[in-house]
């Protein structure tokens, strides 16, 4: 079973810019979450998908968005990039039911920002 | 604000010694899961434990939860050099399976 992947693996921006990050869910997983990791700091809650709506969002500007795909992947797009966004992105998936089904997490996307 | 938070912040023992890190937090819970993150890489789902729960168990990992403490404990035995990572805590809230919370992690260093 091929775990959850996330691409690209690396991206660089400068600020002001924006980027798109992209995350394929594991077979038969409905949710999607994001999540931030700055350097040193543990995970911040960014969004969560399900069924192709966004169910619950953390405290993040607006210029954090996203989407989730009929086929369960999904988009985090970050507009107007500042210096902060530089961080470890990271996206999970799990069968619906947050709180009590175990995450399977990608491998992130490291962004950084110029 | 944080609901859960890891004891303590960073922990180094030697290969074969046991690992105990500590999770507090705030509010009534439904679940609490741990976590493994090795260096740059994403996290791994290690044991969930739901509040009716007190004790679980997975290979090495010893989990339990004291509800009335608020509080749970990962315990690695024996440990290993390949055990090297942050371990996190992550809890739900009792009200809402809407959004599950994650500490800022324990730092663990085994030393071979």
């Known amino acids: 079973e091929a775990g959850v992947t996330q691409s690209p693996t690396h991206l660089i921006k400068t600020r002001g810019q924006q980027a798109t990050l992209r995350c394929s869910p594991i077979?038969?997983?409905?949710?999607v979450y994001w999540y931030q990791q700055a350097l040193g700091l543990g995970l911040q809650f960014l969004l969560w998908?399900?069924?192709?709506?966004?169910?619950n969002r953390g405290n993040f500007p607006p210029r954090f968005s996203g989407r989730q795909f009929p086929n369960y992947s999904s988009e985090l797009n970050v507009n107007a990039l500042e210096l902060e966004d530089s961080a470890l992105y990271l996206c999970?998936?799990?069968?619906?039911?947050?709180?009590?089904?175990?995450?399977?997490f990608g491998d992130g996307t490291r962004l950084s920002i110029l | 604000s944080q609901q859960g938070e890891e004891d303590p912040q960073a922990l180094s023992i030697q290969e074969g010694e046991n690992a105990t890190m500590n999770c507090s937090y705030k509010?009534?819970?439904?679940?609490l899961q741990w976590y493994r993150q090795n260096s740059g890489r994403g996290l791994v789902h290690l044991i969930l434990?739901?509040?009716?729960?007190r004790e679980k168990h997975s290979g090495r990992l010893r989990v339990t939860l004291d509800t009335s403490k608020k509080s749970s404990s990962l315990l690695i035995t024996a440990s290993r050099a390949a055990d090297t990572a942050s371990y996190f805590c992550?809890?739900?809230?009792?009200?809402?399976?809407?959004?599950?919370?994650f500490g800022p992690g324990t730092s663990l260093s085994v030393i071979p």
């Open positions: 999970a998936s799990s069968h619906p039911g947050q709180g009590n089904q175990p995450q399977h």
């Open positions: 077979s038969g997983h409905t949710s």
């Open positions: 998908y399900d069924e192709g709506e966004e169910r």
């Open positions: 509010t009534s819970i439904n679940n």
């Open positions: 434990i739901r509040s009716n729960e």
């Open positions: 992550a809890t739900d809230d009792e009200t809402s399976y809407d959004k599950v919370i």
